[in-house]
């Protein structure tokens, strides 16, 4: 079975402009959780997303948003990137919005952005 | 709010011996769940080993164990026969089990844990 898949790999964009990533998880999860890595610290928590709905939001700027689709892929929005922006992004799948050793969460490898 | 402290930026330990990564923790949470994950440069969480808060016995996956103290509110992890392949960044994670999600995860800092041969 894929794990959880995040495109592109990796993005330059200039200050100012928009950018949007993609997630798709694994099959029959129907949680997606977005994440920003900032080089040496851990992830920070953007959303998440259950049955197409925001469960939860971290403590992010409105620059930053997301949606969930039918088939419950997901893409992480951000507008008027700025250098702080720089980082790697990444997404969560989990069965439910709620991660146990039941369901967990599952990882992708990520997406690294670089504002210039 | 939830705060997830780790202590060792590096370590650096020689193969085939045991290492323990320190994690503490702080919530108001009555249920949690406590996450190890293993980051090597490629990038990809690598989930490790959970321990629920309301589980008796210390969690425990092949190599892996979580040396779990909640009095202490610490939820250490031990790898025991350190490999090269262990070398990666490890982080410690707490989510809450009684908000549905909505906060996410909270991550520590990390380790740096380098096995030398």
């Known amino acids: 079975d894929a794990g959880v898949t995040q495109s592109p790999t990796h993005l330059i964009k200039t200050r100012g402009q928009q950018v949007t990533l993609r997630c798709s998880p694994i099959s029959g999860h129907k949680s997606v959780s977005w994440y920003q890595q900032v080089l040496g610290q851990g992830p920070q928590f953007i959303f998440q997303y259950y049955e197409k709905e925001e469960r939860g939001r971290g403590n992010f700027p409105d620059r930053f948003s997301a949606r969930q689709f039918p088939n419950y892929s997901s893409e992480l929005n951000v507008n008027a990137l700025l250098l702080g922006d720089s980082a790697l992004y990444l997404c969560?799948?989990?069965?439910?919005?709620?991660?146990?050793?039941?369901?967990?969460?599952?990882f992708g490898s990520g997406t690294r952005l670089t504002v210039v | 709010a939830q705060k997830i402290t780790q202590t060792q930026p590096g370590m650096f330990v020689q193969e085939k011996e045991a290492v323990t990564l320190d994690c503490t923790y702080d919530?108001?949470?009555?249920?949690?769940?406590l996450f190890w994950y293993k980051q090597p440069s490629s990038g990809e969480m690598i989930f490790l080993i959970y321990q629920g808060s309301y589980d008796q016995q210390n969690a425990t996956e092949g190599r892996y164990s979580l040396n779990f103290q909640k009095a202490r509110k610490s939820a250490n992890l031990v790898i025991s026969a350190s490999q090269l392949g262990d070398s990666a960044m490890y982080f410690c994670?707490?989510?809450?089990?009684?908000?549905?999600?909505?906060?996410?995860?909270?991550f520590g800092k990390g380790t740096h844990l380098i096995i030398q041969p």
């Open positions: 919530t108001s949470d009555p249920s949690y769940g």
């Open positions: 994670a707490m989510g809450s089990l009684s908000g549905g999600g909505a906060d996410g995860l909270t």
């Open positions: 969560a799948s989990s069965l439910e919005h709620t991660g146990t050793a039941a369901y967990g969460y599952t």
